[in-house]
């Protein structure tokens, strides 16, 4: 349990949570497969590949030659989609589907952080326009995520306004912590990658979630707690009463991110079996 409110008068503080496999069971984007199949996005051998994809994500995750790869054609493959046919799809699944994979521990721990008098900010690789939504579920004060560019006619560009991913997280933190005010040696993080490394080290007090081997062998090596998330469950589970207000807006948005990230694993899906045969 985190000790009691915080004394006001101290610098102020924030706990930094990574998403995929730390707050959420999955990943936040590859949920979305099957309701891109649904509304003809993508065809039945690429949700089968996206399957396999979710797979191999929770089975290891990716390292960071992989998830470069994954972002090139990612940029690449989603000039084009129409934003508006994604976000209907997206607005009739977004909290049916993430709703239910949110880990309750870290849902606890986000409580346990405001009750604190903490702050608390996703630091997410995938697209902020599905992370935002998520961290407005879980009551999140900030988001950091990437953000790829939509042209004027609303549809897709090739082109990846900011990258949120490994040492670029940790810039985030840092710049964080100058424009709120936050002392980084009182902060927190968790993580489930290796790959975040450099987010963990920016702060007092790193954690790692359910961590891949890399990340696994350096929490060990430097005495970081290591935790174990396995229990998901919906909000309205754990707060009776518990509804999510529709918010167009947020929904619309969702739609980028999902779609962008999902089709990128898509493909690395398909590397993967193609190397392998």
């Known amino acids: 349990m985190l000790r009691d409110v915080?004394?006001?008068?101290?610098?102020?503080?924030?706990?930094?949570?990574?998403?995929?496999?730390?707050?959420?069971?999955?990943?936040?984007?590859?949920?979305?497969?099957?309701s891109f199949y649904q509304g003809g996005l993508i065809n039945r051998r690429a949700a089968l590949r996206t399957a396999y994809a979710q797979f191999v994500f929770l089975a290891g995750g990716l390292d960071h030659d992989q998830m470069e790869r994954m972002r090139q054609y990612l940029s690449a493959l989603c000039?084009?989609?129409?934003?508006?046919?994604?976000k209907e799809i997206v607005a009739e699944t977004l909290h049916d589907l993430i709703d239910p994979i949110i880990y309750d521990e870290a849902a606890s721990l986000v409580e346990e952080h405001h009750t604190a008098g903490r702050d608390v900010v996703i630091v997410s690789t995938s697209g902020a326009e599905v992370v935002e939504p998520i961290g407005e579920l879980l009551g999140a004060d900030r988001v950091v995520a990437t953000r790829m560019v939509v042209g004027d006619?609303?549809?897709?560009?090739?082109?990846?306004?900011?990258?949120a991913y490994?040492?670029?997280?940790?810039?985030?933190?840092?710049?964080?912590?100058?424009?709120?005010?936050?002392?980084?040696?009182?902060?927190y993080a968790y993580s489930d990658s290796a790959t975040d490394l450099p987010m963990l080290q920016a702060v007092g007090?790193?954690?790692a979630v359910n961590p891949d081997r890399a990340l696994r062998r350096e929490a060990v090596a430097r005495?970081?707690?290591?935790?174990?998330?396995?229990?998901?469950?919906?909000?309205?589970?754990?707060?009776?009463?518990?509804?999510?207000?529709?918010?167009?807006?947020?929904?619309?948005?969702?739609?980028?991110?999902?779609?962008?990230?999902?089709?990128?694993?898509?493909?690395?899906?398909?590397?993967?079996?193609?190397?392998?045969?």
């Open 6 to 34: 915080e004394n006001r008068s101290l610098p102020r503080a924030a706990a930094f949570f990574d998403l995929d496999k730390t707050v959420i069971a999955k990943s936040s984007t590859l949920t979305f497969s099957k």
């Open 166 to 187: 490994g040492p670029t997280k940790a810039e985030a933190v840092r710049e964080l912590a100058v424009s709120e005010g936050y002392d980084l040696d009182r902060c």
């Open 223 to 277: 005495g970081w707690p290591v935790l174990e998330f396995a229990r998901p469950v919906r909000l309205k589970q754990r707060l009776p009463g518990f509804s999510v207000p529709p918010r167009p807006a947020l929904v619309a948005a969702a739609a980028i991110g999902a779609a962008a990230a999902t089709a990128g694993l898509v493909w690395f899906a398909s590397r993967r079996r193609s190397i392998a045969s």
């Open 79 to 86: 000039r084009g989609w129409n934003v508006q046919q994604v």
């Open 205 to 207: 007090h790193p954690h």
């Open 153 to 163: 006619d609303g549809c897709f560009t090739r082109e990846v306004e900011y990258y």
